[in-house]
C-alpha cells in the first residue's frame, strides 16, 4: 500500500509542476504550487517524517503561498483573455477523467485492501530538529529569509514604478522650448 501511495502522490507532484509550468494564470499556477506542497507532505509522512511533513503544510503551503499570492496581487497581473476551447473536448473528456479516477481507486482498492500503511521507523524528536536548525543550518536558514525579503521589496518596487506620474498643478506656470534658443513660458 506504501508504494501505491508513492506512486499516486509523486505523479500528483509531478503533474501539478508541469501544470505549475503551463499555467497562463498567475494565480492558477500559485494554486499548482499548494497541489505540489502538498503532495510532498504526504510524501514525507511516507517516510516517517511527520515533523517535516507538519512544516510542508504550515510553512510552505500556507506562508509563502500567501507571500506568492500577496506578491502577485500587488503586481496586479492581469489574466489572459479566456479561449473558448472546444465544447466537445469539455463534454467527453470531464466524464472520461471521472470514470479515469473511478477505474483507478478500484484498482488500488482490490489490489491493496489487506495491506496495512507503514510509517517510517525513524522517529526523532522536536528539540533534535531544532538545535539542528539553530545550530548546523542556520546560515542557510536566515539567508532563506533574507532571500523571500528580497523578493518581496522587489516586488513592492516593480508595482510603484508601474504608478502614473503625479498630475502636475494647473495654475504653476510651464515652459516650453520653442528653438533652441527660445523659451516660452505659460
Avoid: W
Wanted: glycine share 6%.
Amino acid at each position: 500500500m506504501q508504494v501505491a501511495l508513492f506512486f499516486v502522490f509523486a505523479t500528483l507532484a509531478v503533474a501539478g509542476a508541469v501544470n505549475l509550468l503551463v499555467q497562463r494564470a498567475p494565480i492558477n499556477a500559485a494554486l499548482s504550487l499548494v497541489a505540489v506542497m502538498g503532495a510532498l507532505a504526504v510524501l514525507y509522512l511516507l517516510l516517517g517524517a511527520e515533523f517535516i511533513a507538519f512544516v510542508q503544510i504550515l510553512v510552505y503551503a500556507g506562508a509563502i503561498m500567501v507571500l506568492f499570492v500577496f506578491v502577485i496581487m500587488l503586481l496586479n497581473a492581469q489574466p489572459d483573455p479566456s479561449s473558448h476551447r472546444s465544447r466537445v473536448a469539455r463534454v467527453i473528456g470531464i466524464p472520461v477523467l471521472v470514470l479515469l479516477v473511478v477505474e483507478f481507486c478500484g484498482f488500488l482498492a482490490t489490489q491493496f485492501a489487506n495491506a496495512p500503511v507503514r510509517m517510517g521507523e525513524y522517529i526523532s524528536s522536536t528539540e533534535e530538529l531544532g538545535t539542528a536548525l539553530f545550530r548546523r543550518y542556520l546560515l542557510p536558514f536566515e539567508v532563506t529569509s533574507v532571500l523571500f525579503l528580497v523578493g518581496l521589496i522587489g516586488a513592492v518596487l516593480l508595482a510603484a514604478r508601474r504608478e502614473d506620474p503625479p498630475v502636475a498643478d494647473r495654475d504653476a506656470p510651464s515652459v516650453t522650448r520653442k528653438s533652441p534658443g527660445e523659451l516660452v513660458i505659460r
